[in-house]
């Protein structure tokens, strides 16, 4: 069972769980319960589901280094010196 990171109620029971709960869950959650609950930020996302999230960051260095260089912004159009009559 994943670690409690934040505070949730058994939609099955109305028992109220929160962080260092994780032995007292009873019965057991589902897997769909584990998913709802680790996308809604209560449960502790594995590792292996969220590759993204535990890849390291210098991983990401490369990508910045080999992107090609922007293009300059083109010119801002030039102001009339007329003045408009209202």
Same mark, same amino acid.
């Given at each position: 069972?994943? =670690?409690?990171?934040?505070?949730?109620? +058994?939609?099955?029971? &109305?028992? !109220?769980? &929160?962080? &260092? +709960?994780?032995? =007292?869950? +009873?019965?057991?959650?589902?897997?769909?319960?584990?998913? !709802?609950?680790?996308? *809604?930020?209560?449960?502790?996302? =594995?590792?292996? !589901? #969220?590759? %993204?999230?535990?890849? @390291?960051?210098?991983?990401?260095?490369?990508?910045?280094?080999s992107a090609?260089?922007?293009?300059?912004? *083109? @010119?801002?159009p030039a =102001? #009339? #010196?007329?003045?408009? %009559? +209202?």
């Amino acid at each position: 069972m994943p =670690k409690i990171i934040n505070e949730f109620v +058994d939609a099955r029971n &109305g028992n !109220r769980y &929160g962080p &260092g +709960d994780e032995d =007292k869950i +009873d019965p057991p959650l589902t897997d769909e319960q584990v998913q !709802r609950l680790t996308d *809604a930020n209560c449960l502790e996302a =594995k590792s292996a !589901r #969220s590759p %993204r999230v535990a890849a @390291p960051v210098a991983e990401a260095a490369p990508e910045v280094e080999s992107a090609p260089a922007a293009e300059e912004p *083109a @010119p801002a159009p030039a =102001k #009339s #010196s007329r003045r408009r %009559r +209202d």
